[in-house]
């Protein structure tokens, strides 16, 4: 298994450092909004780098944050006249729900930044013992960039270069600095703003230093994945090294991940230019596992471009797959032997040459694009083979075998079997039962019960009639 590592900008053999075990931890999101379709493109690769590994046997500790204090969060808990907790909450909420319904798995950890200031407090404390931080006049914590010798390893930046070049470094108010590179580990408190104490000024935490802190907690010194969107490669990923390196005296992370941005009619999502999507906003006209197909159906390295087209093409190619799937169902049901014969073991062989295939391309820094275009190999070599003259586990296979691979992707393939007419009109008569005997609650609970499986039910004069969706 082959991973482009953007500390070395190559791609290197996945070797993890317990063997069997991967640890791997991708910066999640500030919450203070319904997540946006950028931000699910690191959800649904990471997942499904994930979904590979342990497709491979390998147990994957996955550590994924909330960064629950921000400025974001903060004004618009002023706007609200709420705490930033009821913001905070509500909206990782939300993001468990988008999460679900793109099929992305919850991480083994979610943690939460302002359940972690104790481990905060205590790695700037080390960095400041270390020479490696340093309290200003105000209490404000920074960390010496310049004291960490390697600093600019990963977005390969040098740092006189970084300093000459980079204006923003140079920002007025930050003049207690040492230099213009140092960065924040703890600021003072500002009026309505949640704080803690500290022995430097009553406060709260730079956003870097979370993710080194939960890294550490949840995984240890030393872990094999970090990953996030590529813009977390300068500054935040570079600080987050800088500080775990300086503080543990351990290299932080063996290999460095990032996903290109995802961009609307090739222009940059913005909210001001009126091109930004929520992924609520996709679900409205889409399945989310349509959202989730078309993020897979280009490689997590290269810029996607999102588009209704586009969609409309990922629609598409997933319904190839679960009509072919469907149709497996259909001749499964109906197949008139069980056994398999020999020549379908060996058209069955066949097929298992498409698992080799997919791996090969999921192997080669996982090329998701590749690896899709091989279930639609194996779509195509089901529709071709299996017909009604074919055995029960022979069309079995094939079905295991396309829902193997799909989940693999974390797309989900088979229809939800339909009610039969029998159990709708049992369910109804079982309400009107409860309806007589004044049980109002059972009966809601069927109607809804009915409704989520697609059957509308209506009370008319005659009797309660129902139809499918
Ligand atoms: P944020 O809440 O801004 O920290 O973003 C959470 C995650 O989403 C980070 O990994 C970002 O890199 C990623 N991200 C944000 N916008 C985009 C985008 N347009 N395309 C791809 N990834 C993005
Ligand atoms: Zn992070």
């Given at each position: 298994?082959?991973i ?19 640890r791997?931890y ?14 699910a ?6 997942d ?23 400025d974001k ?15 905070s ?21 979610h ?7 104790c481990?905060?407090?205590?790695m700037i404390?080390?960095?400041?013992e ?22 600019g390893k ?8 970084l300093?000459?070049?980079?204006r ?21 408190k ?19 230093i ?8 949840y ?22 090294i ?6 543990n005296?351990?290299?932080f ?6 996903n290109?941005f ?10 001001s230019?009126?091109?930004?999507f ?15 197909f078309?993020?897979l ?17 990922a ?31 060996k ?27 091989v279930?639609f ?9 299996a017909?009604?003259?074919k ?22 393939v ?8 029998a ?9 009107q039962?409860?309806r007589?005997?004044k ?15 697609g ?12 139809k499918?969706?």
């Amino acid at each position: 298994m082959k991973i482009y590592n953007t500390l070395t900008k190559k791609k290197e053999e996945f070797v993890p450092i317990e063997p069997g075990k991967v640890r791997m931890y991708v910066c999640g999101p500030t919450v203070y909004n319904l997540i946006h379709i950028g931000n699910a493109r690191p959800m649904i690769v990471f997942d499904t780098v994930r979904r590979y590994m342990e497709h491979k046997g390998l147990e994957v500790n996955y550590v994924s944050n909330f960064t629950d204090v921000d400025d974001k969060i903060i004004k618009k808990a002023i706007e609200e006249g709420v705490d930033a907790s009821v913001i905070s909450e509500r909206y990782i909420a939300e993001c468990k729900k988008d999460m679900e319904a793109m099929n992305v798995k919850p991480a083994t950890t979610h943690p939460l930044a302002t359940q972690e200031i104790c481990g905060m407090l205590e790695m700037i404390g080390t960095l400041i013992e270390k020479g490696h931080a340093y309290v200003a006049a105000d209490g404000t914590v920074y960390f010496r960039t310049r004291s960490f010798k390697e600093y600019g390893k990963l977005s390969h930046k040098n740092l006189d270069d970084l300093q000459g070049g980079n204006r923003s470094l140079l920002v007025s108010g930050e003049d207690q600095k040492e230099d213009p590179l140092d960065f924040v580990l703890w600021k003072p408190k500002k009026d309505g703003e949640p704080y803690w104490a500290s022995d430097w000024c009553d406060g709260r935490p730079g956003w870097h230093i979370e993710c080194s802190v939960m890294s550490k907690k949840y995984l240890g010194d030393e872990i094999d994945i970090h990953a996030g969107g590529e813009d977390l490669v300068f500054p935040h990923h570079e600080n987050e090294i800088a500080q775990s390196e300086a503080a543990n005296g351990k290299t932080f992370a063996k290999y460095w991940m990032h996903n290109a941005f995802l961009n609307i009619d090739n222009k940059k999502m913005s909210k001001s230019a009126g091109n930004f999507f929520t992924v609520r906003d996709i679900a409205e006209k889409y399945d989310l596992q349509v959202l989730r197909f078309f993020m897979l159906s280009a490689h997590y390295r290269s810029p996607l471009n999102f588009s209704a087209d586009l969609m409309e093409a990922a629609k598409n190619g997933l319904e190839r797959i679960v009509t072919a799937v469907d149709n497996l169902n259909y001749l499964f049901a109906n197949a008139q032997t069980e056994a398999m014969t020999e020549e379908e073991e060996k058209q069955l062989e066949e097929a298992k040459a498409y698992i080799a295939k997919f791996d090969e391309a999921m192997d080669d820094d996982f090329n998701t694009a590749d690896a899709i275009s091989v279930i639609f190999e194996l779509v195509k070599f089901a529709n071709t083979n299996a017909d009604a003259s074919k055995s029960k586990a022979f069309i079995q296979s094939l079905i295991d075998e396309i829902k193997q691979l799909s989940d693999i992707c974390g797309l989900i393939v088979e229809k939800e079997a339909e009610m039969l007419d029998a159990d709708i009109e049992a369910l109804i008569e079982e309400r009107q039962a409860a309806r007589k005997a004044k049980n109002f609650a059972r009966a809601d609970e069927i109607r809804d019960e009915l409704l989520n499986k697609g059957i509308i039910l209506e009370d008319t004069r005659e009797g309660v009639k129902w139809k499918r969706a």
